[in-house]
């Protein structure tokens, strides 16, 4: 008994409370998500809100049972948690029950199990696992590399259902990394990755290409600073330029500005090579291959994007970057989900007035769009609470996490930070046509067992590290 | 341990205050800087009308029209916008009380306050027109464009089914489904209910205080459009369809015609029927409990699929077929006949008889005998182990199973498992003789007259089926549910299919003796058997089952003429006449249609039942 009032001392309940107020008011929102006027009964097992109903109550045994379980079972069984899971992954993709295209399910009966939300927990164990001894090593590559492929392994599996969803999340774990000491030229090279990718999606190449080689030169300008040398360097890269267009334009006639372009790069950089080996220029050396990177990155998403991919693929991709709106699809789920967020106003309607709610106007209003009957019936107000809600529980984990002597416990929270982050940013940012539409749950919000589950138990392994923080884990 | 890379707690704090400041931002911004969004708030400005789909078509074999759409129009009120008004001249312009305007507006107020209702359904066209103009005098008040069904001829009704409005149960059960909207039941309406539908849509209009629409919201970008449902073309021969009405008319009975090829539907007739339009729009209510209410005739009960008789006569060839391949006869077999065997009485024709002459005369001894010889097997163990086999073959045929057609509600029928005569007479308590009466097709055995058509087919193509359906293909792109493309192969060989079509082909068209010579066509090789079903509450029902032409069979058929006798008489004919109409296109035999007409079983029938 001594054991588990040690636990009921030590355990966070600023989180716990922040956990219960959240589950409940999720309940609440669910039923006037899809409250209808003939089953007013909140506990009716019929509806969704009885369901949820049912798996709050036994998501509540869960977290005590989390909780009771000594705390290190977690670091001594992490690995084992993270291979059932991941053949579970696997088994998924054999023996799945298959919706909407997607095989993300396993069915039991009537119950329904979603693997790909609990592989999320067992992946925080292993990196925790994988990172407890490695703390300051993560720059270097040998270590990097199977933390890298701890992370992939499930989100290739869950892309394969496919759901594209949670295979985003899991590459949330990337911030687990950089806590932990991996280099942020990773990171930016990332962010470029994504952006030049949308960007190369979304205008001329030609402009877009030539708008790097202005902010390369610029950068080469402000490195420098010998105006001489600069004008030089500019010089040459023109001449080629123009020369190879003129060749082209007469003579080949098949290359095309692209090539050219790409061809005078190469050239210019044979030219700017001996400057560079002579006054060991490394700066001018990387704004370089930065700038080839990029273009040749460029050239070849472009390809893959126009010549691999089918049509209806490229459709896909487009209406879900939101280059094309989809009146009859995703574009509508958001179109109809920014109305009935909007039409709460500051005040919001007043709990079960929604009326978009009512026609059914938003599909999956219960699940992953569920933040729109928070919006329409609470209102800006509701909203902001709900947010402030989010951002104190996040930055309580963080506060929870940095106060770890373990350095399992640590990276383990971090690992609860980034998925709820990832969760709560894209799931609200989607439903108010901030981000693309990504089909992931809000925590604690959102319908459906698995989903409520898998988030409980993340969480509160967390807190039952937390707890005994004091003792030291082997 | 010295963490030197501490500086990253606030990087990830200030990236999570970031994204938080970013979402309230720009919820701030949709929620109380643009007034767009919140005009939707207002129902009073804004009004979702929803657009109903046009249900799909249903066409013939042949591409003719058997059922379509014609437009009718639903009143709406959303009660919250309604307002003074001239509620005396609004009665009196749709013809209603003012008690019925008040419990109306009762009913919707209890259903929602803010959410549209029904107010009045299906208003006539005319009515329309001379409201549309005042519609602006009665706030809160709209007209909703809905579809109602329309039949090209009044015939298929039990094919068809039909559509009604969605009830609640169904709402709770289908997400999909709102009040108001329709759905299918029985039939082809039901069964390709989600296809035929199509899919909702609705469009957002500006509307003022008096109702009047100022315009679509946001330029239409909001709304969504209604998807029209897919068009099906059926397997039915709309004219065989007629015809064969037309021949059951003033009778009870069920025709079933198969194309054996492909297991597709041409007819099916349940008599006496009615007028699928009876069950259209505000008449439907009405009519259905009418039609309900006829007990004795029961005109809602599909006979061709629902009604269990024993298949008497029939059933001889498939228990020839079943000894052929058990290898307890073989075609030259002969059996001697004295007016009957044992306790089985037989009517008079030449003695002893083959396989093929004991088809053609229907004998009874031949098949009682051959059917001991099935049961009294010595290749198993026991007459339980041979009855299980010959069982076993029967559901291959499918019969005692559902044939798995797109109808609900087909019944399985029944073919008795051993273990029901063992629970009757106790383990081994019983014999082939015991049974017998199973040679010839009465007894425990119960068919549907789906189940006979398909096993006629099966016979004529000679050892395989397709499960029969009414639905050739569905949409633009002929799609067909892939249960119907597979072939249903029966472990008989075809050698003796043909042993068997032989004594089917003599029935019909041999010499003195021939049960089914009424059946004979000029040009055309009918095959074909004669039943009479038992019926211990009357007369006995007239059965014949046909396929033709032997060679290349086109069509495969069952007759049910209930309280008509012995099966030649009156099954036969009818049966003749839908493969002759269906072959040739017209009839040579006036004499015997107009016979087959005027023929009057259902008068008799219902003086028999007022006596009751
Ligand atoms: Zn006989």
Known sequence: ?474 | MKDTFVIRKYVIIGLIVLAAVALIIKLFIIQVVKDTYRLSADNNVLRYITQYPARGLIYDRNGKLIVFNQAAYDLMVVPVQTGKMDTALFCSDLGITKDVFRERMKTARNYSRRAPSVFLKQISAETYAKFQEKIFMYPGFYVQPRTLRKYSKPVAAHLLGYVSEVDEALIKKDPYYKPGDYIGKLGIEEAYEKDLRGRRGVKIYLVDVYSRIKGSYADGNLDTLAVQGSDIISGINLDLQEYGEHLMQNKTGSIVAIEPKTGEILALVSSPDYDPGLLVGRIRTENFARLQADTIFKPLFNRAFMAKYPPGSTFKPVNGLIALQEKVIVPSTKFNCDHGYLFVACHSHSSPLDLKGAIMNSCNSYFCQTYRRILENPKYGSVSEAYEKWRGYLNEFGFGKKLGSEFVNELPGLVPSSAYFDRYYGKGGWKALTVISMAFGQGEIETTPLQMANYTAAIANRGYYYTPHIVKSIGADHRIDPRFTIRHQISIDSANFEEVILGMEAAVNGGAGATARIAALNGITVCGKTGTAENPFGENHSVFIAFAPKDDPKIAIAVYVENAGFGATYAAPVASLMIEKYLKGEITNKPLEQRMLELNLVDSLKVSETKH
Not at chain 1, 350 to 358: A, C, E, N, V
């Open chain 1, 1 to 474: 008994m001594r054991r588990s009032i040690n636990i009921w001392n030590g355990i966070d309940k600023i989180t716990i409370l922040l956990f219960l107020v959240m589950v409940i008011i999720g309940w609440f929102n669910i039923y006037a998500a899809v409250y209808n006027e003939d089953h007013k009964g909140i506990l009716d097992l019929s509806q969704r809100y009885g369901k949820q109903f049912v798996w709050i109550l036994a998501t509540f045994v869960l977290a005590v049972f989390v909780v009771i379980i000594d705390n290190r079972f977690y670091l001594f069984f992490a690995w084992i948690i993270y291979a059932i899971l991941i053949f579970l992954l696997i088994l998924l993709l054999l023996f799945g029950k298959e919706i909407n295209g997607a095989k993300s399910w396993f069915e039991f009966g009537p119950l329904s199990l979603q693997p790909s939300e609990f592989a999320k927990f067992g992946t925080a164990l292993a990196l925790a696992s994988y990172l407890n001894n490695r703390r300051q090593e993560l720059t270097k590559l040998k270590v990097i590399l199977p933390a890298v492929a701890i992370i992939l392994l499930p989100a290739i599996l869950t892309e394969l259902q496919p759901d594209l969803g949670s295979t985003i999340v899991f590459f949330s774990f990337f911030l687990v990394l950089f806590r932990e000491g991996m280099s942020p030229f990773v990171f930016i090279s990332g962010l470029l990755m994504v952006l030049l990718f949308f960007l190369t999606l979304l205008i001329n190449n030609l402009y877009l290409e030539a708008g790097l080689i202005v902010i390369a030169f610029f950068l080469a300008w402000f490195e420098t600073r010998k105006f001489k040398l600069y004008l030089i360097g500019f010089g040459i890269s023109i001449l080629i330029g123009a020369g190879l267009y003129l060749l082209d334009h007469y003579l080949i006639k098949s290359l095309g500005n692209e090539l050219v372009l790409l061809i005078t790069l190469i050239m210019s950089g044979l030219a700017f090579a001996y400057y560079i080996y002579v006054k060991k220029a490394i700066a001018i050396f990387f704004i370089y291959l930065f700038l080839l990177g990029s273009i040749l990155y460029i050239n070849s998403v472009d390809y893959a994007f126009n010549h691999i991919l089918e049509p209806h693929q490229r459709d896909r991709v487009e209406i879900m970057l939101g280059f094309k709106t989809d009146t009859h699809g995703t574009g509508y789920n958001v179109n109809q989900s920014i109305i009935s967020i909007g039409s709460g106003g500051f005040k919001g309607k007043g709990y079960l007035q929604g009326t978009q709610t009512k026609f059914k106007f938003v599909p999956a209003q219960s699940t992953d769009f569920i933040f729109c009957t928070v919006g329409e019936e609470w209102g800006f107000l509701g909203s902001f609470v709900v947010i402030g809600l989010y951002l104190f529980l996040l930055l309580r984990l963080v506060f929870l996490a940095e106060r770890q002597r373990s350095a399992f416990s640590k990276i383990y929270g971090y690992g609860v930070i980034s998925i709820l982050f990832t969760h709560f940013f894209i799931n609200i940012g989607m439903a108010i046509g901030l981000l693309p539409v990504i089909g992931i749950p809000l925590p604690f919000f959102s319908y459906g067992g698995s989903s409520l589950w898998g988030f409980t138990i993340l969480l509160f392994i967390f807190l039952r590290l937390d707890a005994s923080r004091t003792e030291y884990l082997v």
